[in-house]
């Protein structure tokens, strides 16, 4: 049971290069959601899903986009990333709304020059 | 505007000492977690309060939740080395299904 996990650990793109970032739980979760950490801004939803093949915004969606097409995985797209796109992200999983709290991922840490 | 508000930012205190930590906020929650982040990792669930006055312990670590269910407190007694990292309180609405709404967190260092 490996939990929640997140491929790859770090990255370095050039400002308009495209990436997939991809988490992947093996807890039969319903839930999953993505988030970026900065300095000083704290942990902000970009997209979630709610079950396998549905998708929502988040607070800071703008940039992003998501696929949940296998209930186990749960893919976030940069299609044009820019420096202001700097940032560790973290994935997190949970099993239904009013269950026990989220489960994270290690993160990604991004880094767009 | 942070919907949560955490206070301290930051924190430093010397092996043995008290301390305590707010979470603080104008809007009510249905439910409100706390969650410690070390560092390069993601962060880990620690308590999950969901009724107004609710006292939750785990060890020296106690958690409150207020009355009116808008705000929280963490509470450490005899700091130790171990528990330095960012303490981060988490609530969510009813309003907002699945979602939860991070405050900035709290940054602990514990000197030995």
């Known amino acids: 049971n490996a939990g929640v996990t997140q491929t790859p650990k770090f990255r370095v793109l050039k400002t308009g290069q495209s990436m997939t970032l991809l988490c992947a739980q093996d807890m039969n979760h319903e839930y999953m959601y993505w988030y970026r950490q900065d ?29 949940r097409l296998k209930k186990q995985n749960f893919l976030l797209g940069l299609e044009s990333a820019a420096p202001s796109q700097t940032s560790v992200y973290f994935c997190a999983s949970r099993l239904l709304a009013g269950g026990p709290g989220q489960y994270f991922g290690p993160g990604t840490r991004l880094t767009v020059l | 505007t942070q919907l949560l508000e955490q206070s301290p ?8 000492e008290n301390l305590t930590v707010y979470c603080n906020s104008s809007s009510v929650f249905s ?3 706390w969650y410690r982040q070390e560092p390069g990792e993601g962060p880990v669930l620690l ?16 958690f409150q939740f207020g009355d009116a ?5 963490l509470h450490i007694t005899a700091a130790q080395p171990g528990d330095t990292g960012l303490y981060l309180c988490a609530g969510a609405r009813e309003t907002s299904g699945s979602r939860l709404t991070f405050g900035e967190g709290t940054q602990l260092t514990v000197n030995p």
């Open chain 1, 39 to 67: 300095p000083g801004m704290g942990l902000r939803l970009i997209h979630y899903s709610v079950g396998e093949g549905t998708t929502a915004k988040g607070e800071v969606p703008d940039g992003y986009n998501v696929s």
């Open chain 2, 9 to 16: 930012q930051f924190l430093s205190i010397q092996e043995g």
């Open chain 2, 69 to 73: 269910r808008k705000d929280s407190s």
């Open chain 2, 31 to 33: 439910s409100l977690q």
């Open chain 2, 47 to 62: 308590v999950t309060v969901v009724t107004g006055g609710e006292v939750k312990k785990l060890k020296r670590l106690t």
